[in-house]
């Protein structure tokens, strides 16, 4: 199944992309994109355990994925 | 009730005014400025950038929170995101009720939670040409 990946700020520097399309096993998890995300040769690693969210709405790294999905990981917040 | 992200200078006055009626005699304004010291660095700027949608969504369910806890309150949301030079306003909320006192504890209650909920982050450019993430797990005071 294909979903959306979305990452931010210092995420995004740190991989080097910020939106992107993944083609997962269809009972994947938030984990699984994770994994694919920051798996690639050269790539720097994120925290183990960032803050998620899929389709705007924070979730962890266990909440399970449909198609369609967009998941954003996200770096500390620092909004005011 | 109403939560924004904005790429122009805020008008804090048109949130009070949109918050403010007849039967709301207590008005409260918070507005968030960029300051030129952090951390003991000179700070030029501070770039702002959001997961715009997300941010908007979980500023007004902060504010609907707030809402509820101290019921009467009328809250608005602006945050300023893009290149944002010392003294400029990051951030206003304005809150109105009857009385003072839930005015100004459901504008307190906004601000914190804002601050750790919305998805928004921000660069500092500082004075020596030098840029930083600002990640405020690492800071010590609020």
């Known amino acids: 199944m294909l979903i959306t990946v979305r990452l931010f700020a210092s995420y995004a520097d740190k991989l080097g992309i910020r939106d992107t ?23 720097e690693s994120l925290p183990r355990n960032p803050l998620v969210a899929v389709n705007q709405v924070y979730a962890s790294l266990d909440t399970p994925l449909a198609a369609g999905d967009e ?5 500390p917040v620092a909004g005011g | 009730m109403r939560a924004t992200i904005v790429t122009q200078t805020i008008d804090h006055d ?5 918050v403010t009626d007849e039967r709301r005699g207590a008005s409260a304004l918070f507005l968030g400025t960029v300051r030129s010291i952090n951390d003991g660095r000179e ?35 602006e945050h300023r995101i893009g290149l944002l030079n010392v003294g400029d306003v990051s ?17 307190r209650y906004a601000i ?29 005071t609020r």
Do not use: C
């Open chain 1, 21 to 43: 399309s993944l083609n997962l096993p269809d009972a994947a998890r938030v984990t699984d994109a994770l994994f694919s995300i920051t798996s690639l040769p050269g790539r």
């Open chain 1, 71 to 75: 998941v954003a990981f996200i770096p």
């Open chain 2, 14 to 18: 048109s949130l009070l005014r949109e």
């Open chain 2, 43 to 77: 700070v030029r700027a501070i770039e702002y950038s959001a997961y715009e949608d997300m941010a908007e969504r979980e500023m007004m369910a902060v504010l609907r929170e707030a809402e509820s806890q101290f019921a009467g309150t009328r809250l608005v949301a």
């Open chain 2, 91 to 107: 951030i206003a909320i304005a809150a109105a009720h009857e009385h003072r006192s839930p005015a100004l504890d459901a504008l």
């Open chain 2, 112 to 140: 914190d939670e804002i601050k750790t909920r919305a998805p928004i982050w921000k660069r500092e450019h500082y004075v020596d040409g030098s840029e930083a993430w600002v990640d405020p797990s690492h800071a010590v």
